[in-house]
Nanobody, 125 residues
Framework: QVQLVESGGGLVQAGGSLRLSCAAS????????MGWFRQAPGKEREFVAA????????YYTDSVKGRFTISRDNAKNTVYLQMNVLKPEDTAVYYC??????????????????WGQGTQVTVSS
């Protein structure tokens, strides 16, 4: 199983940018599909973006398309989420997750085997 540690969260004004990082250790990172999820207070955890093990395929929820970019560097065992034009509704705890067994990156929470502890993103209006 892989261990995941997120960083890069913080407080930003609407329209600003943040880049989240997720460092992985403990297993073969390059064999995992990776995903980013978020959870706002009182809401369920929701899919944000995912990337295949090779980085060749990426997927986004509709609300972040054109604003967020997921990428990975397998040499550094790290996955990134570049977030631009942030909106107050993007405020949430962001989690990265690893999918060891899927044939393609999933968008459901149960499809992921390992999770980080989360990083808070707060967007002020």
């Amino acid at each position: 199983q892989v261990q995941l540690v997120e960083s890069g969260g913080g407080l930003v004004q609407a329209g600003g940018s943040l880049r989240l990082s997720c460092a992985a250790s403990g297993s073969t990172f390059s064999s995992y599909h990776m995903g980013w999820f978020r959870q706002a207070p009182g809401k369920e955890r929701e899919f944000v973006a995912a990337i295949s093990w090779s980085g060749g395929n990426t997927y986004y929820t509709d609300s972040v398309k054109g604003r967020f970019t997921i990428s990975r560097d397998n040499a550094k065992n790290t996955v990134y989420l570049q977030m631009n034009v942030l909106k107050p509704e993007d405020t949430a705890v962001y989690y990265c997750a690893a999918d060891q067994y899927g044939s393609s990156p999933g968008w459901l929470v149960y499809e992921y085997d390992s999770w980080g502890q989360g990083t808070q993103v707060t967007v002020s209006s």
